[in-house]
């Protein structure tokens, strides 16, 4: 299955998310993404169950600003996109 991924991003995991996963322990409680780009691994993890918190970070400030947005004020970000 094909996750859905907000932000194309050049450098995504997202394709091999699927196998990088196979490594994870069981019961991770939390799990803590610090070059977020497109936070492909925290998307995966959350859709397979791998994890139950999720922190992500990045340098990028613009980038994080709007995966705050996506994630804390989603009806936001739509009206914005659809205006």
Known sequence: ????????YQGSKR???GQIMR?????VGR???????????TIASAFY??????IIN???KPLIQLWDCIINNP?????????
């Open 58 to 60: 990045d340098i990028n």
């Open 31 to 41: 799990l803590i993404e610090p070059f977020a780009g497109s936070a492909a691994m």
């Open 75 to 83: 009806k936001t970000i739509s009206k914005r996109y659809r205006d």
């Open 49 to 54: 169950f791998k994890a139950n918190r999720f």
């Open 1 to 8: 299955m094909k996750l859905p991924h907000p932000i194309p």
């Open 15 to 17: 394709n091999l998310a």
């Open 23 to 27: 490594f994870y322990p069981e019961g």
